[in-house]
């Protein structure tokens, strides 16, 4: 009787999955489904791989630079799961782009001997998208979704019980004939990367046993950064090479590597192969990156607001016209970094360009007194 119940549940299962790829289940298209089925998964969750494409990615915490506090509570989290051989708790990292999120995910699950199978926000459109990746986890599996913030509401609901109960309720069928299937979930892991935390519901926010964020890099941890990964890809880099381009990469991991590859070709085709500090100060200003890692558009940001509209206040639109750019990129890319470094100010009456940004232009700062012009 029991091998007759439990069989019976997995064909419920089955005849869900099938439904929710947009196949009817009929004994004809069985083994086509089946098929179907195993693309769908294979191709949405990434299998834990030790040979990982991205060379640079640390796989342990000792080879992680930065973050110190962030480490810390991330170990202690690891270590007290492990010696109790329990699964961990949800986990919640958030922070700007580029900052080591996706890589943090994976030397948690290095770190505690754990599955990791990834997806993302936008790619789960469905209840049913999620049902295939919750069901296809083992015990203490991790699933790392990124971009967490940005699935749909109904998606999002199914994951309160799943978080909390480890369950999922889905409905069969339509209309008088539908009825209600438990699928019971084994004890998993939900890790959750966002850019943009104020985004996600209380709900689900309150569901995340420990929540980090990851801060911008300061230029010693950023020269570590550079030299690990010049190790890696053998690159011939001299320190002070490497400090030159920890101080314009805007406090970014990823964008330090990303300069580090374009000093490297720039030494390879014009000088001796050396990234040495002349050379990265050569190659960056090809890409118009000045000393304090403002690139061009940051440049006609500060340079709108003070010549064309007298240091601002100005209005959000208005420097979107003047320099031809959307309001989305100016403030998620650009605006962060100069208020961060000092350059502009957000008011309610519209952005403001500082003194500091009046003296990188060579002009002197407006006067906060002054009373503007009639005429």
């Given at each position: 009787?029991?091998?007759?119940?439990?069989?019976?549940?997995?064909?419920?299962?089955?005849?869900?999955?099938?439904?929710?790829?947009?196949?009817?289940?009929?004994?004809?298209?069985?083994?086509?489904?089946?098929?179907?089925?195993?693309?769908?998964?294979?191709?949405?969750?990434?299998?834990?791989?030790?040979?990982?494409?991205n060379k640079l990615r640390p796989l342990k915490f000792m080879d992680f630079p930065g973050q110190i506090k962030v480490k810390e509570r991330l170990e202690l989290y690891v270590e007290a799961a492990r010696g109790r051989d329990e699964s961990l708790?949800?986990?919640?990292?958030?922070?700007?782009?580029?900052?080591?999120?996706?890589?943090?995910?994976?030397?948690?699950?290095?770190?505690?001997?754990?599955?990791?199978?990834?997806?993302?926000?936008?790619?789960?459109?469905?209840?049913?998208?999620?049902?295939?990746?919750?069901?296809?986890?083992?015990?203490?599996?991790?699933?790392?979704?990124?971009?967490?913030?940005?699935?749909?509401?109904?998606?999002?609901?199914?994951?309160?019980?799943?978080?909390?109960?480890?369950?999922?309720?889905?409905?069969?069928?339509?209309?008088?004939?539908?009825?209600?299937?438990?699928?019971?979930?084994?004890?998993?892991?939900?890790?959750?990367?966002?850019?943009?935390?104020?985004?996600?519901?209380?709900?689900?926010?309150?569901?995340?046993?420990?929540?980090?964020?990851?801060?911008?890099?300061?230029?010693?941890?950023?020269?570590?950064?550079?030299?690990?990964?010049?190790?890696?890809?053998?690159?011939?880099?001299?320190?002070?090479?490497?400090?030159?381009?920890?101080?314009?990469?805007?406090?970014?991991?990823?964008?330090?590597?990303?300069?580090?590859?374009?000093?490297?070709?720039?030494?390879?085709?014009?000088?001796?192969?050396?990234?040495?500090?002349?050379?990265?100060?050569?190659?960056?200003?090809?890409?118009?990156?000045?000393?304090?890692?403002?690139?061009?558009?940051?440049?006609?940001?500060?340079?709108?607001?003070?010549?064309?509209?007298?240091?601002?206040?100005?209005?959000?639109?208005?420097?979107?016209?003047?320099?031809?750019?959307?309001?989305?990129?100016?403030?998620?890319?650009?605006?962060?970094?100069?208020?961060?470094?000092?350059?502009?100010?957000?008011?309610?009456?519209?952005?403001?360009?500082?003194?500091?940004?009046?003296?990188?232009?060579?002009?002197?700062?407006?006067?906060?007194?002054?009373?503007?012009?009639?005429?």
């Open positions: 009787m029991e091998n007759v119940v439990k069989t019976r549940y997995l064909l419920i299962c089955r005849q869900y999955v099938y439904t929710i790829i947009g196949e009817n289940l009929t004994n004809t298209n069985l083994v086509k489904n089946q098929v179907m089925t195993e693309k769908f998964i294979s191709s949405t969750l990434n299998k834990k791989d030790k040979n990982q494409d708790g949800h986990l919640l990292l958030s922070g700007p782009p580029g900052l080591g999120k996706t890589t943090l995910a994976y030397i948690v699950a290095n770190e505690k001997g754990a599955n990791i199978k990834t997806s993302s926000g936008p790619i789960i459109e469905k209840p049913g998208d999620l049902a295939g990746l919750l069901t296809s986890l083992g015990d203490g599996d991790i699933l790392f979704i990124d971009e967490i913030h940005r699935l749909n509401t109904t998606v999002e609901e199914y994951l309160y019980s799943a978080m909390e109960d480890f369950f999922i309720d889905i409905i069969l069928e339509q209309g008088p004939g539908s009825r209600s299937v438990r699928l019971n979930l084994p004890r998993f892991t939900l890790l959750g990367a966002t850019t943009r935390q104020g985004m996600l519901s209380a709900p689900l926010r309150s569901r995340f046993g420990l929540a980090c964020r990851l801060d911008y890099y300061d230029a010693p941890e950023l020269q570590q950064i550079i030299e690990r990964s010049a190790k890696i890809l053998n690159i011939d880099i001299e320190p002070d090479g490497a400090a030159e381009i920890a101080g314009r990469c805007r406090g970014t991991p990823r964008i330090a590597n990303n300069l580090l590859c374009w000093t490297r070709d720039y030494a390879q085709v014009k000088s001796n192969n050396i990234v040495s500090s002349e050379n990265a100060s050569l190659a960056l200003e090809m890409l118009n990156i000045d000393e304090n890692g403002l690139d061009e558009m940051d440049n006609r940001i500060l340079e709108t607001i003070i010549h064309n509209f007298g240091g601002g206040p100005v209005g959000l639109k208005n420097i979107c016209v003047s320099v031809s750019e959307d309001e989305g990129t100016i403030e998620e890319v650009y605006e962060p970094f100069l208020i961060q470094e000092g350059f502009m100010a957000r008011t309610p009456k519209g952005r403001v360009a500082t003194p500091k940004a009046w003296r990188k232009l060579g002009l002197n700062p407006k006067s906060k007194g002054a009373q503007p012009e009639l005429f």
